[in-house]
């Protein structure tokens, strides 16, 4: 469906519309709202709108659906896969001044958020008063929430304590027409008609855009340790990942670098690690409540690493040191994309498979002569392949890119798996996404996302392929 | 729309598709599958069709479609709200002889299930070789894992442990057209279009019928210890809730009774509770893999306790106890249902506002004169309130017991909660759903239920209010 493009004309509607709606074609808003952190696209919006209430949402949606605009909701533009990009022009939407922590409600283990809080900012809030809200993606210091809901993001943690999705109770959402709606609530079980929330969530903006999040908190565990256990292969260390779960443990974080990812982090950052000459590392995270039990866990995983081909087993002994370790783990994303063209798949299998998923990579990235850097969340076979250009041509490289995308997907599906764990599938993936789904799991999320946004003014051209 | 009866043309038809179908209308068959738990309803179906496998049940449902034939799915009948019940006549499609044991991963802690399984079934099957499936409704030794899924069934282990939703990471299912679809996987992370496992989840069986079930294990916790802490009110059982969880204890389960609940059902199995005399019991359990933890924490619970108007902390101390109490806790249901004529109300709320509501629950059935047990899951401020018909006379109780059931849930919705926690709306709550839930987040639902089952052929009536 063609879309309108936005006249001085809508311009003047939505403002005597209401006055105070803060629109603006500044060429800097501009020009932020055109890429998010998915390799070099550039897609500049129209108009940028900065949303203060939930009220303004539903007018912008409403008019945009009326008038047959695009809009694009923005959070902090750290998505990987494109979901804020304004592919099809019109109004970016953006989420980041509806950013108020409004109840932490501590008699039952709850809070009540905007979707412009930055993801740290809330976790600092809540551990001060000795809570605990657990997903941490690696660009939680400057991500928002809302952002986090749209792709259901994970990040080290989510192995003992789960993903966005499994904290979130209830929000509040505004429909592609503008209707504004309310599910869930404070409520640990709740089976009054269709799970919305749950439908919302990683729904990656195409569905609704989330105003209001009511968040499940837990008690802040009291203790914490990390371990870094360098491994002569990446396979082997692959390899002690279920090895570890078959023992009974539940580590809280259980983390794999490849000695590419773990030496151009460090480099970036300017801080060492240890054992850096290792092929492979794992860097596990224990939390708990009892010193006793993490030291017992921490005895029988180093035991078990020991076993099975680890080259030594570290502890962070410092508070410091372990801020130190995580953070280079956290910019392997960012280090790995400084060679200026890339392309980061987010294959997720189950967790026994990782070893095959890892190895078969590398071959399939030697076979075509395109560089690779493995990272990323093993304990839940999350890993990000980082393919980068390097020295190749430009025609080499626009040549190969596909073919190793595609031979990369098809070989996670094969395994068990899927296309993404927690970027999501937004601009960039969806012309893969059938060889993950056939065409019938396509078609019954297409005829929702009809149910709602017939015009489909709401993120078009998202997440599934082109027709 | 006027669904068309069966003929025998119909049957001729189905039997011509697949000669192997499994279709009944015996009177023993139609008999069973006229009712549920609920209540006194009985709606006899025009036939019973067992299915035996998926491809079975894409025919049903496809056939059924294009004759404009109701469908209504079911597992044992143990539900609670008159989800399986055939209010519109037409089919009864039975998944218990779907029920094999598909598979139980060790490597990656998943299962596959047919819907059929018997909750207790799998649980015992998984226990056995150390893993762990908690959700565990009181039914569980009857009811099928499909009936969970379609309910969103929880059991008092919700409270650490979540509910079946958070067990169930992929599903096999058939939608209302016979499309068979597939979502998720063993994936712990997965953000690869919309979820349409927890979109199905507690769906009660509107939007497609499940007939494979993708199941997350856990390690089986070494330990476990049930305590049982009279008090001298039902206030103040209630109020020792939020206390436990504000001082940092996690118990596993934490169950409340009122006196009548307990006495009727010792009485209707023929054992001894402790105490029996107290006005209200909280049922305790501790879980984990350390003992000494759980000693620390029975320590703790004791001492808040005892601080907090209990009037006696007791200690199952064997096995057999610890069975007999919960077997007690069980059968309240049943026991509170022998009276005839009753009702269920399932209500939930945050934590910390349950003693508000059993006060408030008491208080509308004293001034309506109608005779209300209480029991149910605190921790997560899930209350089963059973009002009884006990000596009022069939006009009283007529009479009253809409307006008690209206006011019980304005309660429950003023004080931040809904209509149902685990029992879902189904047949029997549909028209109060409004109390709950505004025009515009029923209309978002609406629109699914047709994009997806335009002719409203699978288990028509539920949910929804009438238009």
């Known amino acids: 469906m063609p879309y309108n493009k936005i006249t001085t004309n809508h311009l003047d509607q939505l403002k005597s519309l209401n006055p105070r709606l803060e629109i603006s074609n500044l060429k800097e808003d501009i020009q932020n709202a055109s890429h998010d952190e998915t390799e070099d696209f550039n897609y500049p919006p129209e108009a940028v709108i900065f949303a203060k209430s939930t009220k303004e949402v539903s007018q912008v949606l409403s008019f945009a659906y009326e008038n047959n605009i695009p809009v694009t909701p923005r959070g902090a533009g750290t998505g990987l896969s494109g979901g804020a990009l304004a592919v099809c022009g019109g109004i970016v939407l953006s989420l980041t001044k509806l950013n108020k ?36 993606p690696a660009s939680k210091g400057s991500c928002t929430l809302g952002g986090n809901l749209a792709e259901c993001s994970g990040g080290p943690r989510a192995l003992k304590y789960g993903v966005t999705k499994d904290y979130i109770y209830g929000v509040e959402a505004v429909l592609p027409n503008g209707d504004i709606i309310q599910t869930g609530g404070k409520l640990l079980k709740n089976v009054t008609g269709y ?7 990683g729904s990656e903006g195409t569905l609704g855009v989330i105003t209001k999040i009511t968040i499940k908190l837990l008690p802040l565990p009291k203790h914490k340790q990390t371990l870094i256990i360098p491994f002569g292969s ?99 994303g960012e280090a790995a994309k400084k060679d200026a063209y890339y392309k980061e798949l987010d294959t997720v299998v189950p967790r026994a498979s990782l070893p095959k998923l890892i190895s078969g990579v590398k071959k399939i990235c030697q076979k ?79 005829k929702i996302k009809s149910a709602w946004d017939p015009k489909n003014t709401l993120n078009p051209m998202k997440i599934f392929p082109t027709q």
């Open 101 to 136: 922590i409004i109840e932490i409600d501590e008699d039952n283990l709850f809070a009540v958020v905007e979707p412009g809080v930055i993801t740290q900012n809330f976790q600092e809030a809540v551990e001060k008063i000795g809570l605990f809200y657990p997903p941490d």
């Open 195 to 201: 799970n919305l929330t749950q439908l919302l969530l």
């Open 234 to 332: 990446l396979e082997a260390a692959a390899k002690m990942v279920p090895i570890a779960f078959k023992n009974g443990l539940t580590p809280c974080a259980m983390e794999i670098m490849e000695k590419e990812a773990v030496q151009c982090a460090s480099e970036h950052l300017g801080k060492s690690f240890p054992n850096a000459t290792a092929e492979a590392q794992l860097l596990v995270e224990l939390d708990g409540n009892d010193l006793g039990v993490i030291e017992k866990d921490l005895e029988k995983i180093t035991e078990l690493a020991m076993n099975h081909e680890a080259l030594d087993v570290l502890i962070a002994d410092t508070s410091a040191k372990e801020k130190e370790i995580w953070s280079i783990r956290r910019a392997c």
């Open 368 to 446: 075509h002569q395109v560089t690779s850097i493995c990272y990323g969340h093993a304990g839940d076979g999350n890993v990000h392949v980082n393919l980068l250009k390097s020295g190749l041509s430009d025609e080499k490289w626009q040549k190969e890119l596909p073919i190793v995308t595609q031979e990369v997907f098809e070989l996670t599906v094969s395994l068990g798996g899927t296309l993404s764990g927690e970027h999501g599938i937004g601009w960039l993936q969806k012309e893969f996404l059938p060889i993950a789904m056939d065409k019938l799991v396509i078609d019954a999320q297409r």
